[in-house]
C-alpha cells in the first residue's frame, strides 16, 4: 500500500536494514579507541613497576632470607631471588677468580676468529710469498751449494725446492771434479736459465751468467774504442780464431796484416779492434788492421807534419802511406798553382811531407795538405825540393795560422 505522495511501491521491512546513524557510530569507535588507549597504558605501567622492583632487588645484594611462598608475587617469576641467585655458584667462583679488565684490554685479548666467510688479506698476502717462485728465466741469484750427483749439484736458492746445476753448466771450461770445484757450503752466484717446475725446482747455470758477464765486458771494450791483446788458437780457410774473456772471437783473413800466411799466426798474440759484436747472434768478429789504424790515429792529430810515400794515384789525389794507415791528399790540397796532371808534382814511390787537416777514426779517414806549406802559390810546382826541406819551419807556421782562423770562427 502506497503513502500518500509516493509515487514508488515501499521495499518490504527486514532487520537487517536497519542501520545506525554516523554520529552514533564515530563516537562508538572514539569511545573503543580510548578504552584500548587506557588498556596499553596500564599494561605499560604494570611492566614499569615490575621492572622497578626487580632492579631495586638486584642492587641490593643484602637482602633477607627469601619470603615464604605466600609472599611472592606469583605474576613476577623473579620475586625473591638475590644476585646469587641469578648468577649461580659457577658464576661467582669465576668472578672471584678473575681479576677485573678494561675493556679495551679485553678486547685486545680476544683472539680473531676467522670463519668461512671472512677474509684476512694479511694472511692471504703472507700466504702468496711464501708460495712465489724463486727466480724467473734471466734472473741472476746466489744460493748455496747443498748437495752433489754425479751429473749436477744442488744449490739453495731460497725456494721451496734447490735449484739444479747441470754439469755442464758449471762453468766454461772442462770441470772434472765437482766436489772440488764446489764444495758444500760455498756460496755461489748463477742465472737461472729454467723456471720452476711442478716440484717446484729450477734449472741454474754458472755458465751462462760467465758468458752473459763477458759479452758485457766486451760491448763495454767496442763501445770505449779500445785495442784488445787476443791469442790465435786456431785458423780456416776465412781467417784465425781467438779466444777473448772466454768468447771464441774470429779475424778474417782481410783484416790481418799478415792474411796469405795465416796459418803461422797460431799460438802468437796480436792486438785487434772490434768490428761486430752481437751476443744475440753469439758474433764477435776482429781486425788486426783496424787496430793499427787505431793505434796510429792516436798518434796523430789536426795541425801536425807527417811524412809518407805515395802509395798509389787516383784522378782525385794521392793516397800516402804513413806506416800502417792511409792519409789522403785530395788534388785540391795539393797546391795553390794550376796543375793540368797530379803526376807533374809527385810519383808513385814519392816522399811527401804534408800537414793533418781532417782526422776521422771512425770512418778510418785521414786529410793531407801541401798547398798550407807554400809561401806563394804554386811554389810545390816549382821548388818541391826547397819546400820539403823547409817543411817543419813552414808546418809551425801554418799550424798557428790555423789556430787562429780557428779562434776568428769560434
Avoid at 119 to 135: H, R, S, V, Y
Wanted: glycine share 10%; aromatic share 4%; charged share 30%.
Amino acid at each position: 500500500m502506497s503513502g500518500p505522495g509516493s509515487d514508488s511501491p515501499k521495499k518490504p521491512f527486514s532487520p537487517g536494514s536497519l542501520q545506525k546513524p554516523l554520529a552514533i557510530l564515530a563516537i562508538n569507535k572514539k569511545e573503543e579507541e580510548e578504552r584500548r588507549e587506557r588498556e596499553a597504558e596500564q599494561r605499560r605501567q604494570a611492566e614499569a613497576a615490575a621492572q622497578q622492583q626487580v632492579q631495586a632487588r638486584l642492587e641490593s645484594p643484602q637482602q633477607p632470607a627469601r619470603p615464604g611462598a605466600g609472599d611472592v608475587d606469583a605474576a613476577d617469576p623473579m620475586a625473591g631471588m638475590t644476585m646469587a641467585d641469578l648468577l649461580g655458584p659457577a658464576d661467582q667462583q669465576r668472578r672471584r677468580q678473575a681479576p677485573p679488565q678494561q675493556p679495551q684490554a679485553q678486547e685486545q685479548a680476544k683472539p680473531r676468529e676467522v670463519d668461512d666467510f671472512d677474509f684476512d688479506e694479511e694472511a692471504f698476502l703472507a700466504a702468496l710469498d711464501e708460495n712465489e717462485p724463486i727466480g724467473a728465466t734471466g734472473d741472476v741469484v746466489t744460493g748455496k751449494v747443498i748437495e752433489h750427483e754425479s751429473d749436477g749439484i744442488y744449490v739453495d736458492i731460497g725456494g721451496k725446492a734447490p735449484g739444479f746445476m747441470p754439469k755442464g753448466e758449471c762453468g766454461l771450461g772442462v770441470i772434472t771434479d765437482l766436489k772440488n770445484r764446489f764444495p758444500k757450503g760455498m756460496e755461489v752466484q748463477v742465472l737461472v736459465t729454467r723456471e720452476q717446475n711442478a716440484d717446484g725446482m729450477v734449472t741454474i747455470s754458472c755458465r751462462a751468467l760467465a758468458l752473459r758477464q763477458a759479452w758485457e765486458r766486451v760491448r763495454q771494450l767496442e763501445k770505449d774504442g779500445k785495442v784488445v791483446q787476443v791469442k790465435i788458437n786456431g785458423f780456416n780457410r776465412g781467417g784465425c780464431t781467438c779466444d777473448l774473456e772466454g768468447l771464441r772471437g774470429f779475424i778474417p783473413r782481410s783484416q790481418l796484416n799478415e792474411g796469405e800466411n795465416h796459418e803461422a799466426l797460431v799460438g802468437k798474440t796480436l792486438g785487434a779492434a772490434f768490428l761486430e759484436v752481437n751476443p744475440d747472434t753469439r758474433k764477435l768478429v776482429l781486425s788486426e788492421k783496424k787496430a793499427a789504424l787505431a793505434a796510429r790515429f792516436s798518434e796523430l792529430e789536426v795541425g801536425q807534419l807527417v811524412s809518407g810515400h805515395v802509395a798509389s794515384i787516383k784522378p782525385y789525389g794521392f793516397f800516402v802511406d804513413l806506416g800502417g794507415v792511409s792519409g789522403l791528399l785530395h788534388h785540391s790540397c795539393v797546391t795553390g798553382g794550376t796543375m793540368r796532371d797530379l803526376r807533374e808534382v809527385f810519383q808513385q814511390g814519392d816522399e811527401v811531407k804534408a800537414l793533418v787537416t781532417e782526422l776521422d777514426p771512425g770512418r778510418g779517414r785521414i786529410g793531407l795538405n801541401t798547398a798550407m806549406l807554400e809561401n806563394q802559390p804554386g811554389e810545390l810546382l816549382v821548388s818541391k825540393d826547397a819546400l820539403l826541406a823547409e817543411a817543419q819551419d813552414r808546418a809551425n807556421r801554418a799550424r798557428n795560422m790555423m789556430r787562429i782562423q780557428e779562434q776568428n770562427a769560434g
